[in-house]
């Protein structure tokens, strides 16, 4: 069972910046994984912000394309969410997810709360 642990998260004013780690027990990012961040803001959907895969192909939701970027080190079994120029409109719970055909794996979810 992979288990994985955010951290990285908090406070931030608008305009701020952050960056995020979610640490995967086990050697699983040496395996064709693809990485992602996920949020899910109160009385909202849990949304895919960015994802990235083996060969570190890249996709980003829209909303934040351009100020976050998403990137792996599969040595430390890591992958990072920066993001810059946070908008009030980020502010959510922000969840790491490792996933290919036999295994999905979530972490415990990181609050990201941009206020002034």
């Known amino acids: 069972q992979v288990q994985l642990v955010e951290s990285g998260g908090g406070l931030v004013q608008p305009g701020g910046s952050l960056r995020l780690s979610c640490v995967a027990s086990?050697?699983?990012?040496?395996?064709?994984?693809?990485a992602g961040w996920y949020r899910q803001a109160p009385g909202k959907e849990r949304d895919l912000v960015a994802r990235?895969?083996?060969?570190?192909?890249?996709y980003y939701a829209s909303s934040v394309k351009g100020r976050f970027t998403v990137s792996r080190d599969n040595a430390k079994n890591t992958v990072y969410l920066q993001m810059n120029s946070l908008k009030p409109e980020d502010s959510a719970v922000y969840y790491c997810?490792?996933?290919?055909?036999?295994?999905?794996?979530w972490g415990q979810g990181t609050l990201v709360t941009v206020s002034s």
């Open positions: 997810r490792v996933w290919n055909y036999g295994l999905d794996a």
């Open positions: 086990g050697s699983i990012f040496s395996t064709n994984v693809i």
């Open positions: 990235i895969a083996r060969d570190d192909t890249t």
